[in-house]
């Protein structure tokens, strides 16, 4: 068992993770444990902050794609990638892990993104991620992509 403290701490080495291999482009599984040598951690944080990178990287297409529906007024090459891989580590959690209701993937995206993110980047990704969490899990794969009405908006 995990507690909530050392999941936020995964949730952060994840999205440091997530965040330099934005720039980088290795090969992740190749460098992953290259990380935890320079960032050793207890063996519960590595071991969840593995499976959300992961889950984020085999699943990195669909949750850019939903990220991508939900941005009112915004196109996907303006969002932070600080930002943009918060969004990714929650947005995974919400549709992929059964143990983390939407509202604490909410909760600690909103941490999370306080401790790294700009003054507003709070707000932002409240926003985006409340219009995501009504969406069906991603296990039944035909109500997993959401539909679009005509004013744009989201709906599962």
Not at 6 to 13: L, W
Not at 45 to 62: D, I, P, S
Not at 88 to 113: F, G
Request: glycine share 6%; hydrophobic share 40%.
């Amino acid at each position: 068992m995990i507690s909530p403290k050392a999941r936020r701490h995964a949730r952060e080495c994840a999205v440091q993770f997530l965040f330099g291999l934005d720039f980088t482009q290795y090969d992740w599984e190749r460098v992953l444990p290259g990380f935890w040598e320079v960032n050793p951690v207890r063996a519960n944080v590595a071991q969840y902050a593995n499976e959300l990178v992961r889950g984020v990287m085999t699943c990195r297409e669909e949750l850019d794609g939903l990220i991508a529906k939900a941005l009112h007024n915004w196109s996907p090459d303006r969002v932070g990638r600080v930002e943009q891989n918060i969004l990714r580590v929650a947005l995974y959690e919400m549709r992929h892990r059964d143990d983390v209701p939407a509202p604490v993937a909410i909760n600690e995206a909103i941490e999370v993104v306080k401790r790294f993110g700009s003054p507003d980047s709070a707000r932002f990704v409240n926003g985006v991620l409340d219009r995501l969490k009504d969406l069906p899990a991603a296990t039944d794969s035909e109500a997993a992509e959401p539909r679009e009405d005509a004013a744009g908006s989201l709906h599962p």
